[in-house]
């Protein structure tokens, strides 16, 4: 029986009574689980599993498959109600399918499953200027994987596809000027209980623009996810 502690990303209903989840956990990073019998009537009053929720699992390996046998799940630090928080509620179910995204290839990375705990705690319990939340964490999980920008060198221009500043205006993919200055403070950004929101409305839209076109590029076999169609509620 292995024991570790997962945060959910997706979650998935299986024929009649079964559920499939998609986890980043602390040890063995991105895993599947199959959960038998989670919406049989006698299991009904049972907590539902939300997006991003913090759980710890109980299951015994599938070495010849990717989906394994779940036997018990508890959550250990069950992340607050936000129901009556329409934006952040956005916010997280957005999260919750870039992290799926981003992270579906990742093996074992302790510091980045401590990382993500510690970051959405924060956002969880801050009351405002929290806004630039989403780029911010986004910009932090391209560094943390080994997928951020080189934002070194001399040039004047941001080249999304060359993944490196460059001196030339007139190039496919091409920031200007001023999104370069975006780009540039977004990776330099910090996001605790205390920071201010450093980025305008309209500013966070053209940088949400920016890394979804960056992870098209650059992530293996990523799509935009299914929420978009929300980010300009998100982004009030």
């Not at 049989?40 to 989906?67: D, G």
Request: proline content about 4%.
């Amino acid at each position: 029986m292995i024991k570790t502690q997962g945060l959910v990303l997706k979650s998935l209903k299986y024929g009649d009574t079964s559920l499939i989840l998609h986890c980043f956990c602390r040890e063995g990073g991105m895993q599947s689980f199959l959960i038998k019998g989670y919406y049989r009537a006698e299991k009904k009053k049972q907590k539902r599993v939300l997006p991003l929720s913090e759980i710890e699992l109980y299951f015994h390996e599938n070495a010849t498959q990717n989906l394994h046998n779940l036997y018990s799940l508890d959550t250990t630090n069950h992340r607050p109600d936000i129901s009556s928080q329409p934006i952040k509620s956005m916010v997280v179910q957005l999260i919750a399918e870039m992290l799926y995204l981003l992270l579906k290839t990742q093996s074992t990375q302790e510091n980045l499953y401590d990382f993500l705990i510690k970051s959405l705690t924060i956002y969880y319990h801050k009351p405002k200027n929290h806004a630039d939340f989403h780029i911010w964490l986004i910009s932090q999980i391209l560094q943390i994987t080994g997928f951020a920008p080189n934002l070194e060198g001399k040039g004047t221009h941001f080249s999304l596809l060359e993944g490196q500043m460059i001196s030339y205006s007139q190039a496919p993919f091409l920031l200007n000027e001023e999104e370069t200055v975006l780009w540039k403070q977004l990776f330099h950004s910090e996001f605790t209980s205390q920071s201010p929101n450093f980025f305008t409305r309209e500013q966070r839209q053209s940088l949400t623009q920016m890394l979804l076109q960056w992870c098209e590029i650059h992530i293996p076999d990523f799509k935009k996810p299914q929420s978009i169609d929300i980010l300009k509620e998100i982004l009030h």
